[in-house]
């Protein structure tokens, strides 16, 4: 009976004091992904894989159940305990990405994925990506140390290991975003404007370089990049689908179950999530979505504008920043505005790691932004 109340007590207390508008945007969010889920992948399950036609969305429920029990406990933490929880999981994840090259299981040319007996098939940098914000922010925040540039460099040489495994899979996506994530940390931790563009032009240099040394391996980016500077190359073949679903779909959409880009392109219900649902309900509801998100946005910040706590600040911040930049990047890919980087849209997006990854990311939002007891 005494643990019950004190469960009970807990429950209670963790209610009163989270964010609630904060905690119904994931809700809502997540809920859209689920049947956006069970849209797209109904037929590609019973179709292509001769399987239940809810195979996908039952998959996709089964991961959102799993994240709702990481949003809970990431959320229920203490700050300090979070802290310390995130540096054990960082080093963790760290360690399960150093071991993909050597384990980790190749698809379509690219390793990044690991198949453990106790585990089901994983993306780590998808686990990895919301630690690696609380390790960053916890050293730009660090108060013994005063010398501002000397953070920059102790983050960068964090950072430095993670980006060199992701180029090495290869998947310069996700390189590319942590490393913008990495960018907008220090931008808000206030360097020097001069110093912050040459960043950008070492990005640019080592991707070029890569590239031009090693075309076998990264030659498929220089393809990605002829086919949207060029698009009669010939190379663009899901971005001219993803382009024509969105127009075919108009304003208001075909209607549930009448797209078709869903059964053209491959991956559709994960790269090119928006692309299907403008296809079928319409730029309108994308315009929705939109919104939901920014408006998601504007609760944290708002919440961040009210914080004393630097180390809360810029994990809010990298927090928000690795979902508004991920959204941006899928929303951008769809509309032909960016080449393909085969990003997920965070918590629309089917697929297991990414769900996970976000729902970490939600707790430790959600963790930052409830009423604190003084």
Do not use: C
Request: net charge positive; aromatic share 16%; proline share 3%.
């Amino acid at each position: 009976m005494l643990s019950g109340n004190l469960i009970y007590k807990s429950y209670y207390n963790w209610w009163k004091n989270i964010n609630k508008t904060v905690l119904i945007l994931v809700a809502v969010l997540f809920g859209l992904g689920l049947f956006f889920s069970l849209v797209s992948t109904s037929l590609i399950a019973s179709d292509k894989l001769n399987t239940n036609s809810y195979y996908f969305f039952i998959k996709h429920l089964l991961f959102i159940i799993i994240g709702v029990f990481f949003i809970i406990f990431f959320s229920s933490l203490k700050h300090d305990d979070l802290i310390k929880v995130s540096r054990l999981l960082f080093i963790l994840f760290l360690f399960f990405l150093i071991l993909v090259p050597f384990l980790g299981v190749e698809i379509k040319g690219s390793r990044r994925w690991m198949d453990l007996p106790l585990l089901p098939r994983f993306q780590p940098i998808e686990l990895l990506k919301p630690f690696l914000i609380v390790i960053l922010a916890s050293v730009l925040s660090y108060e013994n140390n005063k010398n501002i540039y000397y953070k920059f460099f102790l983050s960068f040489l964090i950072l430095t290991p993670v980006i060199l495994l992701l180029i090495a899979q290869p998947d310069v996506g996700q390189a590319l975003l942590t490393f913008l994530t990495w960018l907008s940390l220090i931008f808000v931790s206030g360097i020097n404007l001069i110093i912050f563009f040459v960043f950008f032009v070492l990005l640019f240099f080592l991707l070029l370089g890569s590239v031009y040394l090693f075309p076998n391996k990264y030659g498929y980016i220089f393809t990605r990049l002829q086919s949207f500077f060029d698009p009669t190359s010939g190379n663009n073949y899901q971005s001219e689908k993803a382009s024509e679903a969105i127009i075919s779909g108009g304003f208001f959409g075909k209607g549930i179950g009448e797209g078709t880009l869903k059964n053209r392109v491959p991956e559709a219900h994960t790269d090119y999530i928006v692309s299907v649902i403008s296809e079928e309900f319409g730029v309108l509801f994308i315009i929705i979505l939109m919104i939901i998100f920014l408006f998601f946005v504007y609760q944290v910040f708002k919440k961040l504008y009210a914080e004393d706590n630097n180390q809360t600040k810029l994990i809010l911040v990298g927090s928000m920043s690795i979902i508004l930049l991920q959204a941006v990047i899928h929303i951008g890919v769809n509309i032909g505005l960016l080449p393909t980087t085969g990003m997920t849209l965070p918590f629309i997006s089917y697929g297991g790691s990414s769900i996970v990854s976000t729902s970490i990311l939600s707790g430790i939002i959600l963790n930052l932004t409830k009423r604190r007891i003084n």
